[in-house]
């Protein structure tokens, strides 16, 4: 009897989550990809690694300097 009750729990709770996720707008991935390809347009003179960097102490990707001891 237990078990009947938790399988039947169990499938509300998926019932729920397939609700949950057919609720979900969508959008076609040919919008998808022009929304991308918009913001990366946009974005494209923030973005370090096209334009550089202003200093070469801002880029995290330098070769660190090495220690070395007399």
């Known amino acids: ?3 009947m009750i938790s399988n039947l729990q169990q499938q509300r709770q998926v019932t729920e989550q397939l609700r949950r996720e057919a609720a979900i ?9 022009l929304d ?8 494209e003179q ?3 690694l096209l334009v550089g960097f ?3 102490k801002a880029n995290p990707f330098r070769e660190k300097s090495s220690c070395t001891l007399l």
Do not use: G, L, N
């Open 36 to 43: 991308i390809m918009k913001y990366i347009s946009e974005h």
């Open 25 to 33: 707008k969508r959008i076609s991935v040919s919008q998808a990809v």
């Open 1 to 3: 009897m237990d078990m």
């Open 54 to 56: 202003s200093s070469q």
């Open 46 to 48: 923030e973005d370090c």
